[in-house]
Antibody, heavy 119, light 110 residues
Framework: EVQLVESGGGLVQPGGSLTLSCAAS????????MSWVRQAPGKGLQWVSG????????YYADSVKGRFTISRDDSRNTLYLQMNSLRDEDTAIYYC????????????WGQGALVIVSS | QSALTQPASVSGSPGQSITISCTGT?????????VSWYQQHPGKAPKLMIY???NRPSGVSNRFSGSKSGNTASLTISGLQAEDEADYYC??????????FGGGTKLTVL
């Protein structure tokens, strides 16, 4: 059974940093395309960052480029999202998601980690 | 990156069919066949309903179908059921190696 479990969410002040983790199990994680998608309270989905189908290639939404860094540890089956210079508008539930047919569609999602940026 | 355009809400009676549109540009929806649709019930993670414009993952009812014409993709739900009431989001690959989502459509089953 595929499982994705996010952790690391919490309350952080504007300008602060936070790192999210996504522990994966039930599939071959190594080189599997994965993404982070967020959802602000009461709002729609927004893709944040992801690894494509080409090993090692990562991509970012313009709104987080230069502030967020996606990484992975295939030996630990874990995906990370390091978030720096956080802003109020980064407040959201952050989901990790596993590719399905391509790197751009997601069949499995975690339960989400809530990040609140507030002073 | 601007979101794809979806109607804010649609409604239909049980047994009817509804269609949700998703409008982008030639740089995303119109240029690639990486359009997906997700269903999201309150408090739950999204569920993949359609991928690659027209394909259904196994286990998704054949009442759900997808299509595309030009820069607009569509999700059609036939034989509406109460359990279909949810938010629906489209997504599309964009040529700059990013993914866009639509703003979401709230489906109400009357």
């Amino acid at each position: 059974e595929v499982q994705l479990v996010e952790s690391g969410g919490g309350l952080v002040q504007p300008g602060g940093s936070l790192t999210l983790s996504c522990a994966a199990s039930g599939f071959t994680f190594s080189n599997c395309a994965m993404s982070w998608v967020r959802q602000a309270p009461g709002k729609g989905l927004q893709w944040v960052s992801g690894f494509g189908d080409t090993a090692g290639r990562s991509y970012y939404a313009d709104s987080v480029k230069g502030r967020f860094t996606i990484s992975r540890d295939d030996s630990r089956n874990t995906l990370y999202l390091q978030m720096n210079s956080l802003r109020d508008e980064d407040t959201a539930i952050y989901y990790c998601a596993k590719r399905f047919n391509s790197a751009w569609d997601f069949e499995y999602w975690g339960q989400g980690a809530l990040v609140i940026v507030s002073s | 990156q601007s979101a794809l355009t979806q109607p804010a809400s649609v409604s239909g009676s049980p047994g009817q069919s509804i269609t949700i549109s998703c409008t982008g540009t030639s740089s995303d929806v119109g240029g690639y066949n990486y359009v997906s649709w997700y269903q999201q019930h309150p408090g739950k993670a999204p569920k993949l309903m359609i991928y690659g414009v027209t394909n259904r993952p196994s286990g998704v009812s054949n009442r759900f179908s997808g299509s595309k014409s030009g820069n607009t993709a569509s999700l059609t739900i036939s034989g509406l059921q109460a359990e279909d009431e949810a938010d629906y989001y489209c997504s599309s690959f964009r040529g700059t190696y990013t993914l866009l989502f639509g703003g979401g459509t709230k489906l109400t089953v009357l």
